[in-house]
């Protein structure tokens, strides 16, 4: 099946700066990926997806970039403020050719984003 | 968190007893999962849906059990051979594609509840 990597499990940064994570996953098949913002005590929230038919995709702050020669996606914010601050999940996913359709998510472990002031 | 809801918000179970954990959306998705998440790690596939009347195992189905007879609902029962139950329990549900398309659908979560053992 599936795995996914995510690193680092946790990251700070001055408030402006710029926040990268990391995810790299095992299934060649594999063509959805998302990432989703968790804040404390609330279901995650998507931020941003991607698929496997394009490299990079940028939504004001965000963007993810995706290598699939190397099976590895990026998260990147830019200009990072305090309420960026949360738990940031990436996951992947294959597309299963069934009627009814969905698609089976594998997550990584989470990276604690800190934005300090 | 997108028309999903579940309660309730906090559960407490007792050794040996079965408890059930709702969610209901209402946004017309055919497709409905549950997820378990436990400090540190990322969240894990109990059960999913992709339509009325049919669901599937996922990574980690035992001391589990769904029912899917309602398009809208999608309750999951954790029993009694669950050994360790406490966890933060999430459910989502998506849109589905055509058979045969490469389009994904975005998977969009409730609230959670949070299961503690008495």
């Known amino acids: 099946g599936e795995n996914v990597e995510q690193h680092p499990s946790t990251l700070s940064v001055q408030e402006g700066d710029s926040a990268v994570i990391k995810c790299t996953y095992s299934?060649?098949?594999?063509?959805?990926f998302p990432w989703y913002k968790q804040e404390l005590g609330k279901g995650p929230q998507l931020i941003i997806d991607i698929r496997s038919n394009v490299g990079e995709k940028k939504d004001q702050r965000i963007a993810v970039t995706l290598n699939k020669t190397a099976k590895h996606f990026s998260l990147h914010i830019t200009e990072t403020q305090p309420e960026d601050s949360a738990v940031y999940f990436c996951?992947?996913?294959?597309?299963?050719?069934?009627?009814?359709?969905?698609?089976?998510?594998?997550f990584g472990t989470g990276t604690q984003l800190k934005v300090e002031l | 968190d997108g028309g999903i809801t579940q309660s309730p918000k906090y559960l407490f179970r007792k050794e040996g007893q079965n408890v059930t954990l709702s969610c209901e959306q209402n946004?017309?998705?055919?497709?409905m999962y549950w997820y378990r998440q436990d400090p540190g790690q990322g969240l894990r596939l109990i059960y999913y849906?992709?339509?009325?009347?049919?669901?599937q195992k996922g990574d980690i189905a035992e001391g589990y059990s769904v029912s899917r007879e309602k398009k809208e609902s999608f309750p999951l029962t954790v029993t009694s051979a669950q050994k360790n139950p406490t966890a933060f329990y999430l459910c989502?549900?998506?849109?589905?594609?055509?058979?045969?398309?490469?389009?994904?659908?975005?998977?969009?979560f409730g609230p959670g509840t949070r299961l503690l053992v008495l």
């Open positions: 989502a549900s998506s849109t589905s594609g055509t058979s045969g398309s490469e389009y994904q659908e975005t998977q969009y």
């Open positions: 996951a992947a996913a294959t597309w299963a050719y069934v009627a009814g359709g969905g698609n089976k998510l594998t």
């Open positions: 946004l017309n998705h055919d497709a």
């Open positions: 849906s992709q339509i009325v009347n049919d669901f």
């Open positions: 299934d060649s098949a594999s063509n959805y």
